[in-house]
């Protein structure tokens, strides 16, 4: 299942992503797909939500369970501006 960080990745709830990462929430919990809230976040396009993953340290390269990072999953959306995010946060491009 989702964890509320995945929740609120998916909604692009800024406040409450602050809030759950201020509590220390496991960033890299994953879901029934292994995907990471930075996935979620990546795929529905919320850039402010990539951004705050991102400045938490969060795994920017991690794999779900179809061998997809957030980066190929804001691509495969055409998420363009998510995609820039990622590349500045320095996401691998394969």
């Given at each position: 299942?989702?964890?509320?960080?995945?929740?609120?990745?998916?909604?692009?709830?800024d406040s409450s992503i602050s809030v759950l990462?201020?509590?220390?929430?496991?960033?890299?919990?994953?879901?029934?797909?292994?995907?990471?809230?930075?996935?979620?976040?990546?795929?529905?396009?919320?850039?402010?939500?990539?951004?705050?993953?991102?400045?938490?340290?969060?795994?920017?390269?991690?794999?779900?369970?179809?061998?997809?990072?957030?980066?190929?999953?804001?691509?495969?959306?055409?998420?363009?501006?998510?995609?820039?995010?990622?590349?500045?946060?320095?996401?691998?491009?394969?």
């Amino acid at each position: 299942g989702r964890t509320a960080l995945h929740v609120a990745a998916h909604a692009g709830r800024d406040s409450s992503i602050s809030v759950l990462l201020q509590r220390r929430l496991e960033v890299e919990a994953r879901d029934d797909d292994f995907r990471t809230a930075l996935h979620v976040a990546a795929l529905a396009g919320n850039d402010s939500v990539v951004q705050a993953l991102l400045d938490n340290k969060c795994d920017k390269n991690a794999r779900d369970a179809a061998g997809m990072t957030p980066l190929h999953l804001a691509a495969e959306a055409g998420h363009d501006s998510t995609v820039e995010t990622l590349l500045r946060g320095g996401a691998d491009c394969e």
